[in-house]
């Protein structure tokens, strides 16, 4: 059976830092703030709780229990509770993967064939490519809800913006929720050149937030307001948090990014290989993994001196922002557990996707752009009033030891932590780690499994809806059994960047830059970081799984990608229609008014000097 218990004791750190956080002073600090309204005031409910924990663009090496350096004890304190699957899977990108998590359904059926921000012109509009999620299908919300749950969302939504298509409209109660990408996670202020305004809105109004806003704290301030509202109705709760971090723009509280500043100066390549060492130690991969340098990756002894201190400060930073989140992670454990819930509570946490590799300065209109809205200096990166990215090396570095990161459907960009935990209940096991084959719309019917909540099947209230595809994991947790997709096929695509899973067997595609468009062949369990290409060994098994993609895509509606399309062109191509242009246009009205202006008062000045040569001259002729 594929399960391994994970001991006790310290994890191991990058550089002798040493023990990041005493965990128990975290928790007596977190309870001291616990407010009072948090003593129970109703019965324990029959059935559990619900909380999932949805980090944002978090590599697979992003936690402690899976190898990374930097503090998330909380975090850590969830995997020893429960079962760390090491072979999960999403999306390549954060839509599709929250509109599985949400439904249990495949990204095209749910309207998720691509995002807003990626999807080429030539796709808008096409079936599977609503980029919103449709209304065919049914999410968890819906289904606890019916079940008698109160249910609740805080933070980024991404889902939709319109009123039919806002959390409270999907299921939720209450919900405080973002409809964009990403936002400032210091003050209510959109990604500048991405989006007007950040659409914060709560219960489907717009919403302001507060003065003393950072992004991982508010979203659970209120998830503990909402839950604290209505613990006199008794029932259980769904809450849903969805973090802002690690997503762009880094930022950190200045505390959080000085407890690691004396880290990160050997750079990406040595820390990638520091946590595959550390991630096989754990025994979330095999020992021995090979890796591969990413064509992206620079070379860190190569890059002059403030190149390296801007690229050490931002990962700092990005250290600092997980940090963070984590402590908040630990301050609603630490309610639940004074609240008497902890126990019969259900924590899922995981990844929308691999770690981020965009680096946004790295065109020039971009960094005059940036360089005219924010504060680019390297003393200010991650702090208040900064943007800042990772970028391919350090995103290489946080998906270690695989392949390429978010975007792509690489192991990097698709397979990140996932933790499941019900600390009072026996039969989902503390300490484990599962390497089955797993995927995202797993979550659906394994929630709902053990919340005794029946599936509804391709109905919903008298109407047609999409069936859930994914399946409990149930059988994992309880240790009953070693695989629950066994050797069935599981399709993905998203931006033409495509994979088939079978078994320990994956099949995939990347389109330029991060691939060339060739169809590969990997064994992901022997080999995560695909490193080595089966496919003319295994010509049978290589002929059969692309066999199977072709069925998946037909069946889903995948359409080819333009020549030429790429992510990052996407964004930028819909950053400058949304915002650019316009700006653009602004900026030219602007400076033509300026140089009208300016025109008019030079026309102004020689008029005058003119007319004074000539009243000097009348004067002259006079005088003589």
């Known amino acids: 059976m594929a399960v391994r218990l994970w001991g006790g004791g310290t994890l191991p750190r990058v550089g002798g830092f040493g023990r990041a956080v005493i965990i128990s002073l975290g928790a007596i600090a977190a309870a001291a703030a616990t407010p009072l309204a948090a003593q129970r005031t109703a019965a324990p409910p029959a059935r559990p709780n619900i909380v999932i924990l949805l980090a944002d663009d978090w590599g697979f090496s992003d936690v402690g229990a899976f190898g990374a350096e930097f503090a998330t004890p909380h975090i850590d304190a969830l995997a020893r509770a429960g079962t760390r699957f090491s072979n999960f899977h999403v999306a390549g990108s954060c839509s599709p993967t929250r509109a599985m998590l949400q439904t249990g359904v495949m990204n095209h059926r749910a309207g998720l064939g691509n995002m807003p921000e990626t999807i080429p012109d030539q796709h808008r509009g096409k079936p599977g490519y609503d980029t919103v999620m449709n209304h065919r299908v049914v999410t968890i919300a819906e289904r606890l809800k019916a079940a008698g749950y109160r249910t609740y969302l805080t933070g980024k939504w991404h889902l939709g913006s319109d009123p039919a298509r806002l959390p409270e409209a999907r299921g939720y109660d209450h919900a405080f929720s973002l409809a964009d990408a990403g936002a400032d996670n210091f003050e209510q202020r959109p990604i500048e050149g991405m989006y007007d305004t950040a659409a914060w809105t709560e219960n489907g109004r717009a919403a302001t937030l507060p003065r003393d806003y950072y992004s991982s704290t508010f979203v659970v301030?209120?998830?503990?307001?909402?839950?604290?509202?209505?613990?006199?109705?008794?029932?259980?709760?769904?809450?849903?948090?969805?973090?802002?971090?690690?997503?762009?723009?880094?930022?950190?509280?200045?505390?959080?990014?000085?407890?690691?500043?004396?880290?990160?100066?050997?750079?990406?390549?040595?820390?990638?290989?520091?946590?595959?060492?550390?991630?096989?130690?754990?025994?979330?991969?095999?020992?021995?993994?090979?890796?591969?340098?990413?064509?992206?990756?620079?070379?860190?002894?190569?890059?002059?001196?403030?190149?390296?201190?801007?690229a050490v400060r931002v990962m700092q930073a990005y250290a600092g922002m997980a940090t963070a989140m984590d402590r908040e992670v630990g301050r609603l454990v630490a309610h639940l557990r004074a609240s008497g819930d902890y126990d019969n509570t259900i924590f899922v946490f995981l990844s929308d996707n691999g770690a981020e590799p965009i680096d946004p300065y790295s065109r020039t209109r971009n960094r005059l752009f940036l360089g005219m809205?924010?504060?680019?200096?390297?003393?200010?990166?991650?702090?208040?009033?900064?943007?800042?990215?990772?970028?391919?090396?350090?995103?290489?570095?946080?998906?270690?030891?695989?392949?390429?990161?978010?975007?792509?459907?690489?192991?990097?960009?698709?397979?990140?932590?996932?933790?499941?935990?019900?600390?009072?209940n026996g039969d989902v096991r503390a300490g484990a780690i599962s390497d089955a084959l797993t995927h995202v719309t797993d979550i659906v019917p394994t929630l709902t499994e053990l919340a005794d909540v029946p599936a509804s099947g391709a109905t919903w209230n008298g109407r047609a809806v999409e069936p859930v595809a994914g399946r409990s994991l149930v059988p994992l947790l309880r240790g009953s059994a070693d695989s629950v997709h066994g050797d069935a096929p599981l399709g993905y695509e998203l931006s033409g960047n495509a994979a088939l899973f079978r078994g320990d067997d994956k099949l995939v595609r990347n389109l330029p830059p991060t691939g060339d468009g060739r169809w590969r062949l990997y064994d992901i369990k022997a080999d995560p970081g695909e490193t080595r290409d089966l496919a003319a060994a295994r010509p049978e098994r290589f002929a059969a799984m692309l066999a199977d993609y072709r069925a998946y895509a037909r069946a889903n509606g995948v359409l080819d990608m333009p020549a030429g399309y790429t992510a990052d062109e996407q964004i930028n191509a819909y950053a400058w229609a949304q915002q650019g242009r316009k700006r653009a246009v602004q900026a030219g009205a602007i400076l033509g008014g300026g140089l009208a202006l300016l025109s008019a008062l030079i026309w102004l000045i020689v008029r005058r000097r003119r007319a004074r040569r000539v009243d000097q001259a009348k004067t002259d002729v006079v005088g003589a």
């Open 221 to 310: 301030a209120k998830m503990i307001d909402y839950i604290e509202a209505g613990r006199a109705s008794g029932k259980p709760f769904l809450a849903s948090i969805n973090f802002l971090a690690n997503h762009i723009p880094i930022q950190a509280p200045d505390s959080d990014i000085a407890r690691y500043s004396a880290m990160y100066r050997d750079g990406w390549t040595a820390l990638r290989e520091a946590r595959a060492r550390r991630a096989a130690a754990l025994g979330v991969v095999l020992a021995g993994t090979a890796i591969m340098t990413m064509p992206t990756t620079r070379d860190w002894a190569g890059l002059a001196a403030d190149e390296r201190a801007a």
């Open 373 to 424: 809205q924010y504060d680019t200096s390297t003393a200010n990166i991650g702090r208040r009033g900064s943007f800042s990215a990772i970028g391919p090396g350090w995103a290489s570095a946080a998906s270690s030891p695989l392949s390429g990161y978010k975007f792509s459907a690489t192991e990097g960009g698709l397979r990140v932590p996932l933790i499941i935990a019900w600390p009072g």
